[in-house]
């Protein structure tokens, strides 16, 4: 398995423009993880899927954060309209339940 | 509130000494203890992973141990080469709560040849 793919690996966007985050998890995984890494904050867990279903959204900061997983093999992570404070790398990450998690790489987002 | 702290926030050896990377929790009904490794730019590579019911995990000159009763996980790193450079993250996935990790802030480690 290649491991968790993020796309993009950069982007840079403008403020009030949407951002699609993408995450294919290693295949068997249950649990799928979108965290975000700041310098103030560090590794934040967004929200986590089990199954392809939401199960605790209560770290998106606001409710231009949206996130979806359609099926057990791709996730999104949208942003809509963006603002410069949303600036952060985005980490997706799976599992299988109570083992080890794997990262993917990273999609370092730039808001201008 | 389950938090996680990592002591010293950076740490800077010479080449060749064996070293210790300190990480606490505040609960100890924990599932496991995964430490990572964060080079500049990229993503977490995972290094152990330890269970609940273990006291240590060794991979090559890494060695992890965990003390649930003291909220304590150590990370000890033989030999340190310059290539051992990196930040070094620890997380904690809690019993009773949701099934994600909750990180510490991190040691930047640098080795210097």
């Known amino acids: 398995d290649a491991g968790v793919i993020q796309s993009p690996r950069h982007e840079v966007t403008e403020m009030g423009q949407e951002v699609t985050l993408r995450c294919k998890p290693i295949s068997g995984h249950d649990y799928l993880f979108w965290y975000r890494q700041t310098m103030m904050r560090g590794l934040e867990l967004l929200i986590y899927f089990n199954n392809n279903v939401p199960i605790d959204d209560s770290g998106m900061p606001e409710d231009r954060f949206s996130a979806k997983m359609p099926n057990a093999s791709f996730s999104t992570l949208k942003i809509q309209p963006s603002e410069p404070r949303d600036s952060a790398v985005y980490f997706c990450a799976s599992s299988p339940l109570f083992t080890e998690a794997f990262f993917g790489q990273g999609t370092r987002l730039t808001v201008v | ?113």
């Not at chain 2, 003390?67 to 450079?85: E, F, H, N, V």
């Open chain 2, 1 to 113: 509130k389950q938090e996680v702290t990592q002591i010293p926030a950076a740490l800077s050896v010479p080449e060749g000494e064996n070293l210790v990377l300190n990480c606490s929790f505040t609960d100890s009904a924990i599932y496991n203890l995964q430490w990572f490794r964060q080079d500049p730019g990229k993503g977490l590579t995972s290094l152990l992973l330890i269970q609940s019911s273990q006291r240590e995990q060794t991979s090559g000159r890494l060695n992890a141990s965990l003390d649930k009763s003291s909220g304590r996980s150590t990370l000890y790193i033989a030999a340190s080469q310059p290539g051992d450079s990196a930040t070094y993250l620890c997380a904690v996935r809690f019993s009773g709560s949701a099934r994600q990790l909750t990180f510490g802030s991190g040691t930047q480690l640098t080795v210097l040849p």
